[in-house]
């Protein structure tokens, strides 16, 4: 269904790289989002507490894995959101529910790597993906 790799696969790519290349990867893992649809960026969609603009959809396989559309008008933060979903995508809602996203995204060391203000909004975007797989598993 996507384009992204396994959150492992990303973290083993980006302990070999410097600053500069860090960055690239994490534009190049945005570009592999599946394009969401203009339709779907509305005000409900928005994840608040971003500098930029993110929208996330939630949807659900027909095996019932949650999958979501997402997007962003600045290419770090929508490598960002890629390796948040990369984390999360076309798994189980039980199992989204019991991940620890943060724990996951912590040897990125994103807040040393990157400023304040491309990664403000991950929490609520982890949030956002728990209270999904929440509802879901539910």
């Known amino acids: 269904m996507t384009g992204l790799p396994p959150i492992e696969d990303v973290l083993d790519e980006y302990q070999l790289l410097d600053r500069e290349d860090r960055y690239r990867l994490l534009i190049d893992l945005g570009r592999k989002l599946e394009p969401m649809p203009e339709a779907l960026k509305t005000d409900a969609t928005k994840v608040?507490?971003?500098s930029a603009s993110v929208w996330?959809?939630?949807?659900?396989?027909?095996?019932?894995r949650l999958h979501?559309?997402?997007?962003?008008n600045?290419?770090?933060?929508?490598g960002?959101?890629?390796?948040?979903?990369?984390a999360v995508q076309d798994k189980a809602p039980d199992k989204v529910a019991g991940m620890d996203v943060?724990?996951?995204?912590?040897p990125f060391e994103l807040?040393?790597?990157?400023?304040a203000n491309r990664t403000q909004g991950v929490p609520n975007m982890i949030a956002l993906v728990?209270?999904?797989?929440?509802?879901?598993?539910?």
């Open 130 to 138: 728990r209270q999904t797989a929440e509802r879901l598993a539910a």
């Open 102 to 106: 943060a724990a996951a995204l912590a």
């Open 56 to 64: 996330v959809y939630p949807t659900t396989s027909d095996d019932r």
């Open 48 to 50: 608040p507490g971003c």
């Open 68 to 72: 979501f559309l997402a997007d962003s």
């Open 111 to 115: 807040q040393k790597h990157l400023s």
């Open 74 to 78: 600045a290419a770090i933060t929508k």
């Open 80 to 86: 960002i959101v890629a390796l948040v979903l990369s």
